[in-house]
């Protein structure tokens, strides 16, 4: 029988993790998007050190140190891939206990060696605990299993399963039949069998969490590729991608084979020029100009040709984008033939036009060249309020906000650098507010054209209006709804965070301080057991009301979830932030909440950190000022913790 040298395999599998680790780090450094890696990286770099502390048992003078050492790390690499995977799904670890967990198994271990050296208690608890977190990982991947990830899953499930079943098996064997007193580095086969399946299962798995953030990839990429080709193909209008080079069709949307009538087969990889969709070529060399200048083009005319001959009028609007090193167009086609017919029957037949517009439900008008009105349809007077007589001679800035104004004339200088470019007639789409004679504010869609004589010479503008403020509510509410905690109305944590990177960058611009405060309602959850929900909401509020009494306007409060709440304070030091947070604590204790003639009285937790360099991200405040939180729950509760100093009831608690 070959007899395998303990102590090589001790190191064979140290530098094996050592490789696991440099795999993992590197896989953490291209893929930071996906949590779980870091904490897998440093899991094995644990595991490592642990082998290689293990080599070291036999040495004469560090023998218990490395003992010891080698126990500890063997435990926290463990906890270290549990946490990871806790991470990789979206979960949050409970690191308290796994902290206990690895000092506790640290002070056994020795005890168990430096004072009692007990080498089979020892091999008892380090078995026993490896094979209760190979347990608990299989566990959680598989409670928070993806459908998708299923393979890889699966797969980590089983290799963390055959651990705790041979960490198992090792249990009982120690049990059954001890450890001799050299048996640390015996060469027996269960020794054997131990470091040769520590070999196997750490770079199967490694292997397998690899393996699990490429499948995560993957779906991601799929699911990005999927909502833009949704995107693409469900737009009404006419969608395409072109080489800018030669004209050659790249991609088109199921819009556009419905405006051509062209099917995706006939088009793709053949030029526009071939396909003829323009009615003068020369109107593109126009629009490929203007374009290589501005890099974008707003709502251009174009005549559209379709496959059968006809003709449309459309509106061009384009960006350029680089494919494949090469610029490609990206365009959006709008079938703009109802309203250039109307253009048509107006200058045709000003009867006929009069007739349209005087039975229109949207607004239809004119402007001179300077900007006052010589028309409106009737329809403004049902809008809003105004007779035809009080609108007629009066400008149109007169009808708009400050920055609807200012919106307005930007747009039309751009409309005058695109005529130096040779390109006129666009079309010009606008969302701004009106004013109503009952002075009320409404929101309209106007969609206005520069309206030229035959000599070429701007003779004023016309356009259709179209009451949108239904429309502008529910974008508004929707807003709202994405934006703010439903229960209390302020900040969600999902728009506190896109509040609080600005107000950083701002603050890092300014050289101004800014403090963060994390706060927990204290044993919130006895509420709920002992009055119900609908008191806990109660309290909330309460609190949420009193907490916004005591802060000031450019303050940014939000819940973060459950009893969870976070306080940016900008323009605040760390000391004045925890006068502040003192203040609302003081406050809480002179106002309780009256539930069912009872009253209940609260307490806060509260960390703070401050902004103390010009590197420091809201993810590293968020981090220190929840470790300051962490403080105050260990402190007791109902205290303040600063980074640097903690208070109890306003007074300051040295640390």
Known sequence: ?????????????????????????????????????GWWASGSAALALGFGFNYLRDAPIIGQTATIASIAMFVSGASLLYVGVLCFFGQR????????????????????????DRIAIRRLIVSVVLAAM?????????????????????????????????????????????????????????????????????????????????????????????????????????????????????AVNDGFTALSGYSRAEVIGKSILEINIWKHPAERQKFISALSETQSCQNLDMVFRLKDGSERFALLSANLLTLHGEPHIISVTRDNTA???????????????RYMAENSSDVIWHLDDNFCFTYISPADERIRGFTRDEVIGTPVWSLLTPEGI?????????????????????????????????????WTEINVTAHYDQSGELTGYHGVTREISDRKRLEKELEQRATTDELTGIANRRHFL??????????????????????DIDHFKRVNDSYGHAAGDQVLLMWTRLCQNNIRQIDVFARFGGDEFVLLLPETTGEQAYDIMNRICLALRTEPVHLNEKLISISISSGIASLVSETDTLDMLLERADRALYRAKEAGRNCVVTEHAAFTNGVRIAE
């Open 406 to 442: 200012e919106y307005v004339k930007l747009s039309n200088a751009q409309r005058l650098a695109n005529e130096q470019h040779g390109v006129k007639g666009s079309t010009i789409r606008y969302e701004l507010e009106q004013i109503c004679k009952n002075g009320s504010w409404i």
């Open 93 to 116: 670890e409970l690191r308290g206990w796994l902290i206990a967990l690895c000092v506790l198994t640290t002070f056994i271990t020795i005890y168990f060696t430096a004072i009692d």
């Open 498 to 519: 896109e509040l609080a990177r600005n107000e950083i960058q701002r603050t890092l611009q300014f050289k101004y301080p800014l403090a963060l405060a994390l706060i």
């Open 339 to 353: 309203i250039k017919q109307i253009e048509v029957a107006l200058r045709a037949s000003e009867e006929k036009f």
């Open 1 to 37: 029988m070959v007899n395998i040298d303990i102590h090589t395999l001790a190191i064979v599998q140290s530098l094996t993790n050592v490789v696991q680790v440099v795999v993992l780090f590197i896989q953490y450094r291209l893929n930071k998007t996906h949590a779980g890696l």
């Open 134 to 250: 190979s347990l608990l990982i299989a566990r959680s991947l598989f409670i928070y299993r993806i459908r998708s990830l299923s393979a890889s899953i699966y797969f980590l499930i089983t290799l963390f399963l055959a651990n705790a079943f041979f960490y198992g098996i090792r249990v009982l064997e120690t049990l059954r039949f001890g450890v001799p007193v050299d048996g640390a580095f015996r060469s027996t086969p269960m020794q054997t069998a131990l470091y040769l399946m520590a070999l196997i299962i750490s770079t199967l798995w490694t292997f397998g969490l690899i393996m699990l953030v490429n499948q995560r990839l993957s779906e991601d990429s799929r699911e990005a590729q999927a909502r833009s080709d949704l995107f693409f193909n469900t737009s009404p209008d006419a969608v395409l991608i072109t080489r800018m080079s030669d004209g050659h069709f790249v």
